[in-house]
Each structure stands twice: as structure tokens, then as C-alpha cells.
């Protein structure tokens, strides 16, 4: 089983992402998302969501205040849950969020069937908010990058092939369109570069732009449960939202990032991902809180990205970034897999502990 989130697409999509390649290699998975275990919650995740995009300072703000999640979880889905667990006895449980840990430690405790077999993911270089103050004694680790070894030490996806990057810079906000941007998309069209941008809800497209495409990652989208299907992204053209890719094989968004030259983000776990799986250079906006600057050191010190403002200093900014594509593939080449701690070559099934 593997427990993701649907409304924080960071960890939503390397769910699926891993959920897909475990099926690839011929094991059975389930994904949960935590908002499963919300009932009744959707509508103030939404408000919150909105709340965030609309004011980057709030997000901030509220990011300094420790997570309370569990006191909104429902008794009964949470009940549900485990009782489900119990029977089904699956071979790992792997959680790429740390508010699911106080109910994986209650599922060890009542099933002792899963001790050695609860797996927990960082996304990111340092513990994220998720993962502050939640009890790990009984959860193994699974790291992708770490900070503290400046290392980055397995990718969540093979790397993309070598096909020519567009002299073309994608920009967004991550999954929630968090960041003040705006700004930066102006300059950027001043230096003569055209962009393709992220926007995530539908007033916000330009009727007319000629230099920039524009993009919506759909606000109506909602996965159901145990899902196969990527988030919905659509094209503006021609006065029309048009749908962009088939979102059952592939991620629409990752097409962009393999096509375009570089990525304008803050620094989130995903967008890191994303850059390594696709030799993506990444500019730097504002990072959200503490561990996205920790990941931004990362990738700047590995020479993967680069802040916005150094970046408009470069004279050869297309030759500076594929230098940095140069450092990312040569990196993502000799990297084991997210899905090799699960399913090592040769072997069948999920590892047990």
C-alpha cells in the first residue's frame, strides 16, 4: 500500500509516480490519500489552498506554525483503515507523508504483522513540516537527497531521454501555485524569453499573449480513490481550455519540464524530483519555508539550479543552464531508483525489513 495526499501534489504525484513502476514490475498496490482519512474536510482544504495562492505571506506564516493534523482525522475512516490493513496483510506500507504516522504506528501496534514493513519517503532534503515531531521509532526512512551529506542518493524515476531542450523556461508555483512571480515572468519576456506558464485557476490566463503560452493545472480535478490518473492540465488556445496529454500514461506536467530549458520554482521536494528525472535546471523564486531553502543550498551546491536574481546577471544564460542539464544527467545516470528499495533486480515482491 502506498498513502499519498490529493491536494498537495508533491506528494500525489511521486505516489503514483512509484504505485505505476511497482506495477510495472508486477506487484499488486493500492494508494491511499490522507484526505480518505479527512471526511468532511474537503471544502476548508480548498479555502486553504486558495487562501495560499491568493497571498504568499500568509502561506508563510502559517508554514511557522506546527502542524496539528491528526485531531482532523475521522475516528471511523481512520478505523476503516485499519481494519482493512489487518486483513489485506500487505507487504509494505509506504507513506510519503508524515501526518499518516501516528496512524501507521497504531496500525504496527494492533497488527504486529507490519512491524519492519512501514516505510516513510522524504521528498525532501531535511524533514518537511509533515514530518516535524512525528514518531518515526518504528518507520524506516527513505531518503532521496540529504541535506546534512550535501549527497543526493536515489532518484523516484529513470531519467528522460536525451531529446533537445527548447530555449523555453517553465514556470509555476508548484501544486499549490504558491509564490510572487508575477514579476518575474515580466522580466524574464524583457530579456526575450519565452515562457510557458502554470496558472491554476482559469481568470487568471492572459486573452492575449504572444510571447508565453499558457497552461492550467485544472482546479476541478479530483482523483477518486486508489487512482491511475495524473492531474489534469489543459492549454489555452484559441479563446479555450484544451485538454494537454493523456494524463492515464503520463504526467502532463513532465512533459513541459523535458521540453522546456529550465523551470522557475520555489524549491519544493517535487520540483526537485522532477528537475533530477528530467535534467531540468532549476531558477530559484522565494521558497516557502525553512527545508525549501535547505533543498535550494542542495541543488544550487550540486550545480542544478540557480537563484533568479543571479541568474538574470549570466551572459550566456542558454549555455550556463545546459551545463547544468550536463551536471543533472550525469548525475541521474548512475542513480538507484525510489522503486529498487521495494523491488530489487532479480528479485520478486516487496522487500521485507
Same mark, same amino acid.
Given at each position: ?9 508533491? /506528494?500525489?504525484?511521486? =505516489?503514483?509516480?512509484? #504505485?505505476?513502476? +511497482? ?20 471544502? /476548508? ?10 497571498? !504568499?505571506?500568509?502561506?508563510? *506564516? ?7 493534523? #491528526?485531531? =482532523? ?32 504506528? #497504531? ?10 514493513? *512501514?516505510?516513510? /519517503? ?10 516535524? %515531531? ?7 526512512? *527513505? ?20 531529446? /533537445? ?8 508555483? &508548484? &501544486? ?15 530579456? &526575450? ?11 487568471? =490566463? ?14 476541478? $480535478? ?5 487512482? %491511475? ?12 481550455? @484544451?485538454?494537454?496529454? %493523456? ?21 519544493? &521536494? ?6 533530477? @528525472? ?20 542542495? $541543488? ?7 537563484? !533568479?536574481?543571479?541568474?538574470? +546577471? +549570466? ?24 522503486? %529498487? @528499495? !521495494? ?7 516487496? *522487500?521485507?525489513?
Amino acid at each position: 500500500m502506498i498513502l499519498g495526499s490529493r491536494i498537495a501534489l508533491g /506528494v500525489y504525484v511521486p =505516489a503514483l509516480s512509484l #504505485k505505476k513502476q +511497482l506495477e510495472v514490475l508486477g506487484d499488486r498496490t493500492d494508494l491511499l490519500c490522507l484526505e480518505d482519512l479527512y471526511r468532511g474536510k474537503d471544502s /476548508v482544504m480548498e479555502e486553504t489552498k486558495r487562501s495560499f495562492h491568493d497571498d !504568499f505571506r500568509l502561506a508563510r *506564516i502559517s508554514y511557522r506554525i506546527p502542524a496539528r493534523s #491528526k485531531a =482532523a482525522v475521522d475516528p471511523e475512516a481512520e478505523r476503516e483503515f485499519l481494519n482493512e490493513a489487518a486483513e489485506k496483510k500487505y507487504d509494505a506500507v509506504i507513506t510519503f507523508s508524515g501526518f499518516f504516522t501516528e496512524t501507521l504506528n #497504531k496500525l504496527a501496534e494492533e497488527c504486529p504483522h507490519y512491524q519492519g514493513r *512501514i516505510y516513510a /519517503v522524504h521528498m525532501d532534503a531535511v524533514s518537511s513540516r509533515s514530518w516535524k %515531531d512525528a514518531d518515526l521509532s518504528g518507520i524506516q526512512e *527513505i531518503w532521496l537527497y540529504r541535506a546534512a551529506e550535501q549527497k543526493i542518493i536515489r532518484s523516484l524515476e529513470q531519467p528522460a531521454g536525451n531529446a /533537445v531542450k527548447c530555449p523555453r523556461i517553465l514556470v509555476h508555483g &508548484g &501544486g499549490w501555485g504558491i509564490g510572487e512571480y508575477q514579476d518575474k515572468i515580466r522580466r524574464l519576456n524583457e530579456r &526575450g524569453i519565452p515562457l510557458d506558464i502554470i496558472v491554476y485557476y482559469p481568470e487568471e =490566463a492572459a486573452e492575449t499573449d504572444p510571447m508565453n503560452d499558457c497552461y492550467l493545472l485544472d482546479p476541478s $480535478w479530483k482523483p477518486g480513490s486508489n487512482t %491511475d490518473e495524473y492531474p489534469r492540465l489543459l492549454k489555452y488556445q484559441e479563446s479555450k481550455w @484544451c485538454e494537454f496529454a %493523456d494524463r492515464q500514461t503520463v504526467n502532463p506536467l513532465r512533459i513541459l519540464m523535458e521540453r522546456d530549458i529550465a523551470a522557475l520554482s520555489k524549491p519544493g &521536494g517535487g520540483t526537485l524530483a522532477d528537475s533530477l @528525472c528530467t535534467g531540468t535546471p532549476l531558477l530559484f523564486s522565494e521558497e516557502l519555508a525553512s527545508y525549501e531553502k535547505e533543498n535550494r543550498i542542495l $541543488w544550487e551546491e550540486c550545480g542544478f539550479g540557480i537563484g !533568479f536574481e543571479d541568474f538574470l +546577471l +549570466l551572459q550566456d544564460w542558454e549555455n550556463d543552464l545546459l551545463n547544468m542539464r550536463k551536471c543533472l544527467k550525469e548525475t541521474a545516470q548512475n542513480l538507484p531508483l525510489l522503486a %529498487d @528499495c !521495494f523491488h530489487p533486480a532479480g528479485e520478486g515482491g516487496l *522487500i521485507h525489513a
